[in-house]
């Protein structure tokens, strides 16, 4: 049984409004054993598209190599747009040592409503991934449950979007504030079938057949990483 647990600490400041909240990274980032194009940080792996997606976005030119610069590309873009980083899940068990988020068991996960509660300017959780099982709005939704607290639909279209009333800390009297949640069609390339079968990829691709499954992403990204607080 190999014990898969996250290997970077929540990467986050009181001046952030958008929270990224994933799984796991590959187990390759929590054994060290990292491939030359590998980034050292969240979402760092070569096969990952959040980075690509976020360097097309907004014209980063970053550096795609397991090097420090690299890294601190990284942490100056999040601070600059007030994004943080809290992969919700801190260990789990494996049978087979995989990044799959199905394969995850005896998972230990991080409270993430008490997170979003000691950073009162975070008002958007995007979610990298759904409601599947074992996805990150998943484990949210689970964390809620045990809270007696539930998310609100605000759209069913991908990206679904919900909205939650946190409640503040007891000392704040029982006041709420509202957060948002954005689940994301994950970005890796287990769920370019995903995208492939959304109608809005289909008709975008048969107007034009070398539009891609990246591109659909970082169509659907842009809004909300841009603008959207």
């Not at 230990?108 to 979610?127: A, S």
């Not at 709005?137 to 991908?158: A, C, I, P």
Request: contains cysteine; aromatic residues 12%; glycine residues 6%.
């Amino acid at each position: 049984m190999f014990l898969h647990s996250h290997p970077y600490e929540p990467f986050l400041f009181q001046e952030a409004t958008k929270l990224i909240v994933g799984t796991l990274p590959p187990p390759r980032f929590t054994t060290g054993d990292l491939k030359d194009d590998d980034v050292d940080f969240c979402y760092g792996s070569r096969n990952g598209m959040l980075w690509p997606i976020l360097d097309e976005i907004f014209g980063l030119k970053l550096k795609f190599e397991t090097t420090k610069e690299a890294v601190q590309q990284r942490k100056q873009f999040l601070l600059e747009q007030k994004i943080g980083v809290c992969d919700i899940v801190e260990s789990a068990e494996r049978d087979k040592v995989d990044a799959s988020d199905l394969g995850m068991q005896n998972v230990k996960l991080r409270n993430l409503v008490r997170f979003l509660q000691k950073y009162p300017n975070l008002k958007t959780v995007l979610f990298m991934g759904g409601n599947s099982k074992n996805g990150p709005e998943y484990f949210f939704r689970r964390q809620l449950k045990e809270q007696g607290l539930q998310l609100e639909v605000v759209s069913n279209e991908v990206p679904r979007i919900h909205e939650l009333a946190l409640p503040m800390d007891s000392n704040e009297g029982g006041k709420t504030r509202s957060v948002r949640t954005v689940s994301f069609t994950a970005p890796s390339g287990a769920a370019n079938r995903a995208v492939g079968s959304l109608q809005a990829y289909k008709d975008m691709k048969a107007k034009n057949p070398k539009f891609t499954t990246f591109d659909f992403r970082v169509m659907q990204y842009r809004p909300f990483f841009m603008d959207y607080s």
